[in-house]
Structures are given as C-alpha cells and as structure tokens.
C-alpha cells in the first residue's frame, strides 16, 4: 500500500508561485510514475504533470513554461513548482503515483487559488 498526502496549495495572486508537494509512504517499490493532477469545480480531471522513475517528464499544454516536476526520491516525495499562476490554474490538486503492475494511488488534494 502507498500513502500520499499534498501539502502546499493555498490562495495566491495571479502572477505568484507555489510550490506544492507529494509525500508518499509505504511500499515504494516498483514505482513507475508520479504525477499531479487538477480539478477545477465543474470540471473533469486534468493531467498536470508527470515524471517517470527514469527522470522524463510531461506536461499539459496549458502549464508549459510555467510548472516544474521534480522528485526527491531520498524522501520519497514529488514537487509541483507552479510560477506565474492564472486564476485559471485554480483548482483542487492531486497527486498520482502509478506501479509498474498499473496500480493506482491517489492523495487527497489541496486546493490551490489564485485570485485576479
């Protein structure tokens, strides 16, 4: 079993950064992907970004130029640093973290704000 927990969303003026994390817990091993997600009220689910156990990374058209994946793999933990964020970017945050046998574990959220 895997444990994830966000932390550090929170309201923010449009142009800001945050830094968000992942922290996970448990059974790390065989994993493949960590990745953050959003979901805005009213909308589906949205890839954010991702970075596999290899270092690749992915991300939506949207964040480009503006958001960074890492990983801290000493701590077991996974970064979302968002820069120049849009009232757009607002949305409720999830973090992902899939095994290489396609098991699934989701963190709870934070909510991330960015005011006009």
């Known amino acids: 079993q895997v444990q994830l927990v966000e932390s550090g969303g929170g309201l923010v003026q449009a142009g800001g950064s945050l830094r968000l994390s992942c922290a996970a817990s448990?059974?790390?091993?065989?994993?493949?992907?960590m990745g953050w997600y959003r979901q805005a009220p009213g909308k589906q689910r949205e890839l954010v970004a991702t970075i596999t156990s290899g270092g690749n990374r992915n991300y939506a058209d949207s964040v480009k130029g503006r958001v960074t994946i890492s990983r801290e793999y000493a701590k077991n933990t996974a970064y979302l640093q968002m820069n120049s964020l849009k009232p757009e970017d607002t949305a409720v945050y999830y973090c992902?973290?899939?095994?290489?046998?396609?098991?699934?574990?989701w963190g709870q959220g934070t909510q991330v704000t960015v005011s006009s």
């Open positions: 992902k973290l899939r095994k290489s046998d396609c098991r699934e574990y």
């Open positions: 448990g059974s790390m091993f065989n994993t493949n992907v």
